[in-house]
């Protein structure tokens, strides 16, 4: 199994969410519970 470079490459801290990236162009929603621990999601990461 090949694997997936992706990307955060918008995330709105406020809110609560963001949208991740793979190299394939493809993009996808997530939202904050779906993070696990004390993390917060950092654009670019």
């Known amino acids: 199994m090949a694997e ?3 990307i955060i490459d918008h ?3 406020q ?3 963001g949208f991740i990236s793979t ?3 493809e ?3 997530f ?3 779906v993070v696990r621990g004390a ?3 950092q654009q670019g990461e």
């Open 11 to 13: 995330w709105n801290d």
């Open 31 to 33: 939202h904050i519970p």
């Open 39 to 41: 993390f917060r999601p």
């Open 15 to 17: 809110k609560g969410f």
């Open 23 to 25: 190299a394939e162009g």
């Open 27 to 29: 993009k996808y929603f």
């Open 4 to 6: 997936i470079t992706k």
